[in-house]
T-cell receptor, first 112, second 118 residues
Framework: SQKIEQNSEALNIQEGKTATLTCNYT??????LQWYRQDPGRGPVFLLL???NEKEKRKERLKVTFDTTLKQSLFHITASQPADSATYLC???????????WGAGTKLIIKP | GAVVSQHPSWVICKSGTSVKIECRSL??????MFWYRQFPKQSLMLMAT?????????EQGVEKDKFLINHASLTLSTLTVTSAHPEDSSFYIC??????????????FGEGSRLTVL
């Protein structure tokens, strides 16, 4: 069955450092992959989308890579700030619909 | 940007009663809306896909008679949890797909509704 794995343990990073989150998947060939941010008690907020034919995508301090051979995406936040503390979700989708398969998310804690 | 509003943000009800949650797209028309539930530290679980003017499509294992979905207009979908029980307590989130058809698949989410059934 299709499966998405994100680090279940919280990731603690010192402010100013780069935070790297991992999303691995199996038994799936997604057309694209998305990353969302979710704050406690709130709905997810879209951050970045990367397509299967793209290796890397950037947006301000965010960078996403997509390796379809390794079946892995890495999500980087450079110059991290305490305000970046949240749970980050990855989601995969095929090319034909908007239904996404979600990871459980990784909680990121940026310490001042 | 697209805004999705969800109401109420939290609700407490007695076992056996019904609760309605509304999801509105404020600045765009949404032919399709999705309803999710989320348990603590778990991934979003798609419950159903709501299509304007037609019956919702429910995911396997989701009781359509218990979770009634109505998508009567291009800006409003409602989820009614009927005869709620404590095990229905969860965080319910809706999302909408802009009618204009963003083929990026980006979803816009509501703020979520925390349901507690006593």
């Amino acid at each position: 069955s299709q499966k998405i794995e994100q680090n279940s343990e919280a990731l603690n990073i010192q402010e100013g450092k780069t935070a790297t989150l991992t999303c691995n998947y199996t038994n799936y060939s997604p057309a694209y992959l998305q990353w969302y941010r979710q704050d406690p008690g709130r709905g997810p907020v879209f951050l970045l989308l990367i397509r299967e034919n793209e290796k890397e995508k950037r947006k301000e301090r965010l960078k996403v890579t997509f390796d379809t051979t390794l079946k892995q995406s890495l999500f980087h936040i450079t110059a991290s700030q305490p305000a970046d503390s949240a749970t980050y979700l990855c989601a995969l989708a095929g090319s034909s619909n908007y239904q996404l398969i979600w990871g459980a998310g990784t909680k990121l804690i940026i310490k001042p | 940007g697209a805004v999705v509003s969800q109401h109420p943000s939290w609700v407490i009800c007695k076992s056996g009663t019904s609760v309605k949650i509304e999801c509105r797209s404020l600045d765009f028309q949404a032919t399709t809306m999705f309803w999710y539930r989320q348990f603590p530290k778990q991934s979003l679980m798609l419950m159903a896909t709501s299509n304007e003017g037609s019956k919702a499509t429910y995911e396997q294992g989701v009781e359509k008679d218990k979770f009634l979905i109505n998508h009567a207009s291009l800006t409003l979908s409602t989820l009614t949890v009927t005869s709620a029980h404590p095990e229905d307590s969860s965080f319910y989130i809706c999302s909408a797909n802009p009618r204009a058809g963003s083929n990026t698949g980006e979803l816009f989410f509501g703020e979520g509704s925390r349901l507690t059934v006593l």
